[in-house]
């Protein structure tokens, strides 16, 4: 197929890129760069198959394409709250252009939403059915209620245009291309630990989340692509719980580092609790992670020590 990616440049889109392009596809991708690195797709560079393009998703799309993947949106607190209009823009209108173009070239839709979309939950583990518990004027509000949008658009265009729309929601995911500094907790630790800074826990520790190496997860998009039908909005992540105190701990004894675990206040509306379930992703996919978190974070640390 010819597939256009958005967020081509960022961590995810960047992952994705040689995954597509392995399988046959030829690959527009496409990114302002606001956040995302053009060193990333370092690897793909001179592909025939592939070609980028610097653009930003909120202004109007007309590419030649049978299948647009959206993952265009900072994805990480520290990005999407430094300008929280243009993320809600990059959600909402990103959003109904793609399916504009979608609508225009009879193109399959792949829209990257993602656990945020629940809130700080009530139901764990959470399931897709879950309608979430999100607060719609808050600092997190610009990211977490724009993918909410975006899948109401999504799910709209399904029904009234007939488009094939398929939405996925992505649990904390981490490994290579992550960049240093954005915010993730998973990038945040590792490379205090590096540096032998303190490492920051907000909150007491005790807050859970669930973290997917990245290989798994573009597995698991790989066969959303090749699937003639998926039913959706689908759960993609690791169904494994660690707190955060647990996760600084392996991270420290992974880099045999000297830090010291420090703790700071909890963010506002920060969630308590991530928990996929992935049983949706089990039936439809025949897909699970495969990538345990030891086996991940020495792999994304091997990463972070070449960029250091």
Not at 91 to 120: C, P, W
């Amino acid at each position: 197929m010819r597939i256009l990616l958005t967020g081509a440049a960022g961590f995810l889109g960047s992952n994705l890129v040689p995954n597509l392009l392995a399988s046959g596809h030829d690959v527009i991708g496409l990114d302002d760069l606001s956040t995302g690195s053009l060193q990333n797709l370092s690897n793909v560079k001179g592909n025939r198959s592939f070609s980028f393009v610097k653009a930003d998703v909120r202004d109007p799309l007309d590419f030649d394409v049978d299948f647009i993947m959206n993952f265009a949106c900072p994805a990480s607190p520290v990005h999407y709250q430094a300008d929280p209009v243009r993320t809600i823009e990059t959600n909402f209108l990103g959003m109904i252009n793609v399916l504009h173009l979608a609508k225009k070239r009879n193109a399959k839709v792949l829209q990257a939403s993602t656990s945020e979309i629940y809130g700080d939950p009530e139901v764990t583990p959470q399931v897709e059915s879950y309608w979430g518990n999100v607060n719609p004027i808050g600092i997190r509000s610009c990211y977490d209620e724009g993918k909410r949008a975006a899948e109401t658009l999504c799910f709209d265009y399904k029904r009234q245009h007939q488009l094939d729309v398929r939405v996925i929601r992505i649990f904390n995911t981490y490994g290579p291309n992550m960049a240093i500094g954005d915010g993730r907790v998973v990038s945040n630790f590792i490379v205090q630990a590096l540096r032998g800074e303190d490492i920051t826990i907000y909150g007491d520790g005790s807050q859970t989340r669930s973290f997917c190496f990245v290989s798994d997860l573009v597995d698991a998009i790989s066969r959303i692509i090749q699937s003639s039908s998926v039913l959706s909005p689908i759960n993609l992540g690791n169904p494994h719980e660690f707190t955060m105190l647990e996760l600084a701990e392996t991270v420290l004894e992974i880099t045999n580092s000297k830090s010291k675990i420090i703790f700071q206040p909890l963010p506002s509306d920060d969630p308590k609790q991530r928990n996929p379930n992935i049983e949706r992703a089990r039936k439809e996919l025949d897909w699970e992670p495969q990538i345990d978190l030891q086996s991940g974070l020495t792999r994304t640390v091997e990463y972070f020590q070449g960029i250091i």
